[in-house]
Structures are given as structure tokens and as C-alpha cells.
């Protein structure tokens, strides 16, 4: 399944630290791409590019001036739109009709998400309806997604492995 995060309302400073997560939780969950509506700073593609490179994988990070026009491409494209948002439907009622699907987009939101995502998305899914946040969200909808295949995953190109310990870390660099 290909899959892809579409990220709403940035805002510069403040969500510096989110953002970042946002990129290592797609990521590390198997998306092959994070897209920011407007300007990101350096340092979070820095990062992101940084994790790549030692890490591996071919995950990548961009920015688009209009997000809706990037949603009605990748609809265009093939790819089911899912909003995640606590209004939405629980997640658990939709997951059969999602996992047949073979490209997701993902849109996740930093402050108020603007009414066209609500109308325009295939479908608003919540994980759980109470307040929380989207580094979360995504963890979750993307683990349940996949049925746990993250924990198997494999990155191309990686310079260093985690060998899992029980004590203390272990790291091969390949
Ligand atoms: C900190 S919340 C702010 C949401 C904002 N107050 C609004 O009304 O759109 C940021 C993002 O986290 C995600 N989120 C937070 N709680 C969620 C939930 N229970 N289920 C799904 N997504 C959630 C949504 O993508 C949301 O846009």
C-alpha cells in the first residue's frame, strides 16, 4: 500500500518540534512521503533528510503552496483521502473498507483545520473522540492500517541498525 501525510497548518516556531515528529512517524510507519502546505524551516528537513541518510529508506519531505489542489491530484491520482480528526468516524468502524485500498492519503492538522478538508475528504476518521494530537493520531491509524507490518520493516540503503537489546543499545553500522 502506498501512502502518503499531507500536513495543514504549520506554523512556523511553534510547531518545529511536532512537525519534525509528524516526518519520523510517517516515516518509520512505512509513508513514502510527508507534504507541508507552505514554507517549512531548514532545520526540519535537515532532520528528516539526516534520519534518512543514516537510517535508510526512501521517504522524502516537500512543500506545496495549495493542499487542496495537492488532495484533488493524488485523488486524481488513485489515492483515498482520509482526514484525521476527532469529529470523525472511530477508526475501527472503517478499517476493512481501508486496508483494501492500495493508496492513502493522510491529512493531519496543527490549528483549526479549514471546512474543505471536512467536505472534501473521502473520509474523517478519528482516533477515539476525545482531544489529543496528530503525532498520536498518525501512530495509531498507521499501525492498525498496516496490522502491525511496521515492526517488520526493513529500510533500504541504511548505514546503521538497531540490534534490539534487552539492556543498553547495540547498534551495527553497516
Ligand atoms: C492538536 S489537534 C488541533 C485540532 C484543531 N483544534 C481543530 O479543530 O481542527 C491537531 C490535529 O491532531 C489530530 N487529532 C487530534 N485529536 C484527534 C483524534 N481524537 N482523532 C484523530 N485525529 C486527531 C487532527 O489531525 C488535528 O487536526
Not at 138 to 159: N, S, Y
Request: proline share 2%; charged share 30%.
Amino acid at each position: 500500500m502506498r501512502v502518503q501525510v499531507l500536513r495543514l497548518g504549520h506554523r512556523v516556531k511553534r510547531d518545529k518540534r511536532v512537525s519534525t515528529h509528524v516526518c519520523l512517524v510517517a516515516r518509520a510507519f512505512g509513508a513514502e512521503k510527508i507534504v507541508f502546505e507552505g514554507e517549512i524551516e531548514k532545520k526540519i528537513k535537515e532532520k528528516v533528510k539526516d534520519v534518512c541518510e543514516r537510517f535508510g529508506g526512501g521517504f522524502s519531505i516537500e512543500e506545496t503552496s495549495s493542499a487542496q489542489k495537492y488532495m484533488r491530484e493524488m485523488r486524481e491520482n488513485g489515492f483515498a483521502v482520509v482526514h484525521l480528526t476527532m469529529y470523525g468516524i472511530p477508526l475501527t468502524k472503517v478499517l476493512g473498507e481501508l486496508r483494501g485500498m492500495n493508496r492513502v492519503l493522510i491529512i493531519v492538522g496543527a490549528e483549526k483545520v479549514p471546512r474543505w478538508v471536512y467536505e472534501e475528504a473521502d473520509y474523517n476518521i478519528s482516533v477515539t473522540n476525545q482531544p489529543h494530537s496528530e503525532i498520536a493520531a498518525l501512530a495509531v491509524f498507521l499501525d492498525r492500517l498496516l496490522r502491525g507490518k511496521e515492526f517488520k520493516m526493513t529500510f533500504k540503503g541504511a548505514k546503521l541498525r538497531i540490534i534490539p537489546s534487552r539492556k543498553g543499545k547495540k547498534v551495527l553500522k553497516i
